[in-house]
């Protein structure tokens, strides 16, 4: 089984689910922003991953900025809190497969996660060929 917590509104969200379909798999998709998180859940994501919550914090079209968060001496549990009431914050897409998890950006980053390969041509964001890989 495959679970993408998924940003429809992101290119390479979008990208990333399309490059897992191309698999023949239909994923378990999260819609993160709907949903929102748990502690337990982003603290779970980001260990296995390999993360901080620095690394997953969305800075860009996001209220960071605003919020004070990309200050570096902004403490792991501030920041959790704050993507705990913004799920915005938190970077995406994190793909969780049995192969791990991970935050894949850039989009080829899942193709390492996938239990089979995709079955037709996948691209990037920006339209460059990663299956197979060239």
């Given at each position: 089984m495959i679970v993408i917590h998924h940003n429809p509104d992101c290119g390479t969200s979008?990208?990333?689910l399309a490059?897992?379909?191309a698999t023949g798999i239909e994923p378990h998709v999260i819609p993160y922003l709907d949903k929102g998180w748990t502690r337990p859940h982003l603290l779970s994501?980001?260990?296995?991953a390999g993360l901080t919550p620095r690394d997953a914090l969305r800075t860009s079209k996001s209220p960071a900025v605003e919020l004070g968060l990309t200050d570096p001496l902004i403490d792991d549990e501030t920041l959790i809190a704050a993507m705990l009431d913004h799920p915005i914050l938190v970077n995406r897409p994190f793909v969780c497969t049995t192969k791990g998890v991970a935050l894949c950006r850039p989009s080829h980053t899942v193709v390492r996660l996938l239990?089979?390969?995709p079955q037709s041509p996948v691209h990037d964001e920006a339209g460059d060929l990663i299956w197979p890989l060239p």
């Open positions: 979008r990208n990333v490059i897992i379909r994501l980001f260990a296995t239990p089979a390969e």
